[in-house]
């Protein structure tokens, strides 16, 4: 999505690119940008932990620092040059119901935690993933709850539509969801996503990250990016993602229309 | 005493319609026990119904069940065909009102993700009020002309309906909203493949179904293989087809730029062709079989040719049979053009297959309810003319 804009903004500042959007996952598109195939792709902040096999320091969990140290990092190691990061974490997380949500004025995470810790009834949908690593007992460590078995729908697969879907629908009580932060499914769903407000989990900010010698032929690049990236919040993005997730709007037609009604592309 | 006087007290007594009487208690079911309009909080999970009393204002949810009452009574009891008509009309149009009015109100200002589907109910509704309907017109007799009006009338009232921005709330709407680019090149793709498909098989048709009348022997062997290709499932025969015309796509570079290849329209086209074939061909024979010999022996004997005799003669009678074989074979194109988007070749079953993909029933009705609309609408065109050719033959 953030990809389909900066080419579009990109083309309408006059510099012309080539499209190589369906290239594949991370691993495939990271190598393409070492190798030079491709000269600008948007990454996620906290996978430079893994990228440079420091995933444990805990400066990952801080959007800011740690989009410091894996630019600091990604341009020692490969002239990779990182732009503005968008001020939105795709980290996972949990969202509950809208409904349980405004009855409790739950918000963040510590919200969460008193609410369950205080005897709230709550039923999560997740993945088997979330509950066998580390994340959903790191959760319950930061913010002192503890899930009972008969609280968890571990769904095989691990699909955050699913999961989405269990949760909106009240699926066998289900009322709250494992989902990504800018998950298109929360806001239409009406599910709220709870703020990781203590930085548990390491920090998934979307970040444009290009080769030097690419940004040195067109420097112009760097401040052209900047305010589309500056515009984006959880929200706008969760809207954005949930065009096309949920009401099944092409990408390229949602992107434009977020680039005209901001007024970056006339 | 007058003979005709004996007869007004028999026709004061109410005379039960017993379709009429069906169909209002299929309606009055409906109305019980079918939710006619849904709520969904987005587009692809499932709904819940809304009682119409909680959607809109008491006056209006009266008013449009005293208008179903009043329809009922009248298909129930009222023998003028004209008046059964009005009211199914009526009926019709309330039930639309109604549907564009709840989505309207279900709908929170400014949110995107919220759809209001019509319920079962709203589509059992109108089915039976379009049954009522059309069986008054069938009652009327209308010439072929007027016939031909009435489908161009309702064209442009529904066209004008879907414009005015009413139903703009209701989840198909929403989904044309998204899609409004494609639809109008899927629907040319959709005609394109069934019309293209009829000429082909109606040009190739024609002179086989002559042949098989001057020559009886090869009549039963041509007719076997026709048929015998009419039983292959359509899904099946596009799967034949993908080899070959993959295989030459591959080996000549002509028929691939033509845009031959094993999947995308000429798979298609020929499929339809092939499963058209039969009505066509079929059709011809009985149609000049009904041609009496006199007829033909009396061209001849006026010193006409063989081929004048064809053309002028046989053709001209046959002509309605053979309409009505172009008749079938159109409707079931269109029908059958829906499971082309399988292999890409296009048409309204893009909308189809992708909703069923995406679990997003609106976006299959997309698909579906103009192709139903479409073979409706050719079908009373043609049978229209078909009346017209055998009118004038008489």
């Known amino acids: 999505m953030i990809g389909h804009m900066i080419r579009l903004l990109l083309n309408a500042n006059g510099i012309p690119t080539v499209d190589r959007m369906t290239l594949g996952g991370t691993p495939v598109v990271r190598r393409a940008l070492l190798a030079g195939e491709i000269d600008l792709y948007v990454e996620y902040t906290g996978n430079a932990g893994f990228f440079f096999n420091v995933a444990s320091d805990?400066?990952?969990?801080?959007?800011?620092?740690?989009?410091?140290?894996?630019?600091?990092?990604?341009?020692?190691?490969?002239?990779?040059?990182?732009?503005?990061?968008?001020?939105?974490?795709?980290?996972?997380?949990?969202?509950?119901?809208?409904?349980?949500?405004?009855?409790?004025?739950?918000?963040?995470?510590?919200?969460?935690g008193r609410w369950v810790a205080g005897g709230g009834k709550v039923v999560l949908a997740c993945s088997s993933e979330f509950v066998n690593s580390s994340t959903l007992r790191s959760l319950e460590q930061a913010y002192g709850f503890t899930m009972k078995s008969d609280q968890l729908i571990v769904l095989a697969g691990g699909d955050t539509s699913a999961t989405i879907k269990a949760a909106a629908e009240g699926t066998n009580g289900t009322n709250a969801a494992m989902v990504y932060g800018t998950d298109g499914g929360i806001v239409a769903s009406d599910l709220v996503l709870m703020i990781d407000d203590k930085h548990d989990q390491p920090a998934y900010a979307p970040v444009p990250i290009i080769r030097e010698a690419v940004l040195k032929a067109n420097p112009r690049i760097a401040a052209i990016v900047k305010p589309l990236m500056e515009s984006f919040t959880q929200d706008s993005l969760q809207e954005l993602n949930g065009r096309v997730q949920i009401n099944g709007e092409p990408t390229e037609a949602v992107a434009e229309d977020y680039l005209r009604s901001k007024g970056f592309i006339k | 005493m007058n003979p005709d006087a004996m007869k007004v007290p028999a026709a004061r007594t109410v005379h039960l319609d017993r379709l009429g009487t069906l169909l209002s208690l299929v309606g009055v079911a409906s109305v019980w026990l079918l939710p006619f309009v849904v709520f969904k909080i987005n587009r692809i999970v499932s709904g819940h119904p809304r009682a119409l009393f909680d959607v809109l204002p008491l006056?209006?949810?009266?008013?449009?069940?005293?208008?179903?009452?009043?329809?009922?009574?009248?298909?129930?009891?009222?023998g003028n065909a004209r008046i059964r008509l009005i009211a199914a009309l009526l009926g019709i149009v309330a039930v639309a009102l109604v549907i564009g009015g709840a989505a309207d109100a279900l709908t929170p200002p400014g949110n995107r993700w919220v759809r209001i589907?019509?319920?079962?109910?709203?589509?059992v509704l109108l089915i039976a009020l379009g049954l009522i309907a059309t069986d008054a017109i069938a009652r009327l007799q209308p010439?072929?002309?007027?016939?031909?009006?009435?489908?161009?009338?309702?064209?442009?009232?529904?066209?004008?309906?879907?414009?005015?921005g009413y139903f703009d709330h209701l989840s198909i709407m929403r989904e044309y909203a998204v899609n409004a680019s494609r639809f109008a090149r899927e629907a040319r793709q959709h005609v394109l493949l069934a019309v293209g498909s009829l000429v082909a098989a109606v040009l190739f048709g024609l002179p086989?179904?002559?042949?098989?009348?001057?020559?009886?022997?090869?009549?039963?062997?041509?007719?076997?293989?026709?048929?015998?290709?009419q039983t292959i499932p359509s899904i099946a025969l596009f799967g034949i087809l993908m080899v070959p015309l993959g295989a030459l796509a591959a080996r000549e570079p002509w028929a691939g730029q033509l845009g031959i290849s094993g999947i995308g329209a000429a798979p298609a086209v020929i499929a339809?062709?092939?499963?058209?074939l039969l009505p066509v061909v079929a059709n011809t024979v009985a149609g000049l079989?009904?041609?009496?010999?006199?007829?033909?022996?009396?061209?001849?004997?006026?010193?006409?040719?063989?081929?004048?005799?064809?053309?002028?003669?046989?053709?001209?009678?046959?002509?309605?049979?053979?309409?009505?074989?172009?008749?079938?074979?159109?409707?079931?194109?269109?029908?059958?053009?829906?499971?082309?988007?399988?292999?890409?070749?296009?048409?309204?079953?893009?909308?189809?297959?992708q909703g069923l993909g995406q679990t997003a029933i609106d976006l299959v009705l997309l698909g579906a309810i103009p192709t139903v609309a479409l073979a409706f609408s050719s079908a009373v065109l043609l049978d229209a003319v078909v009346d017209v050719m055998n009118k004038s033959l008489r």
């Open chain 1, 58 to 112: 805990p400066v990952w969990t801080d959007l800011h620092k740690g989009y410091e140290r894996g630019a600091q990092l990604d341009y020692q190691a490969n002239k990779i040059v990182w732009l503005t990061p968008a001020n939105a974490n795709n980290s996972w997380g949990i969202a509950v119901s809208g409904e349980i949500a405004r009855k409790n004025r739950l918000a963040t995470m510590s919200d969460f």
């Open chain 2, 289 to 353: 079989a009904r041609v009496s010999p006199a007829t033909v022996d009396a061209a001849r004997g006026m010193g006409l040719t063989n081929w004048q005799v064809l053309v002028d003669i046989e053709f001209i009678l046959a002509l309605p049979v053979i309409l009505t074989g172009i008749r079938i074979v159109l409707v079931q194109n269109i029908g059958l053009v829906t499971i082309a988007a399988l292999i890409g070749g296009g048409g309204f079953g893009t909308f189809v297959f």
């Open chain 2, 208 to 229: 086989l179904g002559v042949l098989c009348h001057r020559l009886p022997r090869v009549r039963a062997a041509i007719l076997e293989v026709l048929s015998l290709i």
């Open chain 2, 272 to 276: 339809l062709f092939l499963y058209s």
């Open chain 2, 117 to 123: 589907s019509p319920g079962a109910g709203f589509w």
């Open chain 2, 143 to 164: 010439r072929p002309g007027i016939r031909v009006l009435a489908l161009l009338v309702t064209a442009a009232v529904v066209a004008a309906a879907l414009a005015s």
């Open chain 2, 59 to 78: 006056w209006s949810t009266s008013t449009f069940y005293l208008t179903l009452t009043l329809v009922a009574v009248i298909a129930v009891a009222v």
